[in-house]
């Protein structure tokens, strides 16, 4: 964290008064330090990620206890995806299992440090249940990822600390793999997988309407498809039929009758996450007259200040609309506000805003991803 030098960023009361928004974070990473970092914490909401089996209940607890403070997201990060099997009845045998979701194919020795896998429908019908109790729960983290390679231990990556320990974590993509690449197994979860746990996620947000915050590294085009083919069967109306939809209901609401349309299957909010991808497939996904849902582009510190001056022609390219801010870190407090502190600022600087000309443009945008509406505040 230090040598990015955000440890002194700091914002003016009156910018932090307006409303910031966290995108995207992981502070259930860190539960126990939670009570205490959101003390310490002057963003106003922060949309808290689960990525696993047992980050969901946690996620929950947290909107909870701080209703005010946190929008819960619940879903299945592709990093764990090969723990779940897909198939209606259990696999003959756990060894089964992840030949059939892994490759290369696994050592027996490899196989043996992993647990027995659980089943996607059951954590469906788990996701389900936590999208009725939480009304404006996101999906999220879910996504696919290409890149990632599990563990040699077999265990799931963690950025939990020690209770005794006040060391501040960095968290970014296959972090894993960049602090020591001797600790990573030459296995990664099979593409076709994943697409199916994440398919099956996307169709319950669709079905309730819910956004959701989308991971995807090496892997732009490959979600660009997969909501392509959602996508494929549902029309865009042009701005005649929207028109003629619109009257078309007035006069039906007149007359006490009841408007019927299409609805989608698919969510209709998606944030493509600390977005690493070239800014001309940003045209791709806000094609008004292909794209049937309103994507959202999100950008941290800890993934994207990497890329230097693609991020800023990033940034440049993503619409004022359209745009979100993040820190996707584990650990609510000091450091995390810093994070926001500094992505806001440098956001603003590339979009040439005043600060709080930018910080009232990315409050509406976070507003209308998480609730469909800038009214909802």
């Not at 990620?49 to 206890?65: F, G, I, N, P, Y």
């Not at 209703?67 to 198939?87: E, K, M």
Request: aromatic share 10%.
């Amino acid at each position: 964290m230090d040598e990015l030098g955000i440890q002194d960023w700091q914002l003016p009361d009156d910018i932090w008064d307006i409303g910031i928004y966290d995108a995207h974070c992981h502070p259930v990473d860190n539960y126990k330090k939670l009570p205490a970092g959101l003390k310490n914490l002057r963003t106003s909401k922060l949309t808290v990620m689960a990525t696993r089996l047992d980050d969901q209940h946690k996620v929950h607890e947290a909107a909870l206890q701080f209703p005010d403070r946190v929008v819960p997201s619940f879903g299945y990060h592709p990093w764990f995806t090969h723990l779940l099997y897909a198939s209606s009845t259990p696999p003959e045998s756990k060894s089964q299992h992840y030949r059939s979701v892994l490759f290369p194919e696994p050592t027996d020795k490899f196989l043996d440090l992993l647990p027995d896998p659980v089943s996607l429908h059951e954590f469906i019908k788990d996701l389900t249940i936590n999208f009725e109790r939480h009304p404006y729960a996101l999906l999220g983290e879910v996504g696919i990822d290409r890149s990632f390679r599990l563990p040699k231990s077999g265990k799931q990556v963690t950025y939990e600390l020690p209770d005794s320990d006040d060391e501040q974590p960095s968290r970014s993509e296959n972090e894993c793999c960049e602090q020591d690449k001797k600790r990573l197994s030459p296995y990664r979860v099979t593409l076709d997988h994943q697409k199916q746990v994440l398919l099956a996620q996307l169709a319950v947000a669709g079905k309730y309407d819910r956004s959701v915050s989308l991971h995807g590294v090496q892997a732009h085009g490959v979600l660009f498809e997969i909501f392509n083919e959602l996508w494929s069967d549902f029309h865009v109306p042009t701005k005649k039929e929207r028109k003629m939809n619109k009257d078309e209901k007035t006069q039906i609401a007149d007359t006490g009758g009841n408007a019927s349309s299409a609805t989608p299957s698919f969510p209709t909010r998606v944030c493509l996450h600390s977005y690493s991808g070239p800014p001309d497939q940003i045209t791709l996904w806000i094609n008004k007259r292909k794209v049937p849902a309103r994507i959202y582009f999100s950008f941290s510190v800890l993934i994207n200040q990497r890329y230097g001056e693609k991020f800023k022609k990033v940034v440049h390219a993503v619409p004022d609309d359209r745009l979100l801010v993040e820190t996707d870190f584990p650990l609510a407090g000091e450091k995390m506000q810093a994070l926001q502190a500094h992505i806001v600022s440098v956001v603003c600087e590339i979009k040439g805003w005043k600060l709080d000309e930018g910080v009232k443009i990315l409050k509406r945008n976070w507003n209308e991803f998480v609730y469909g509406e800038s009214s909802a505040l």
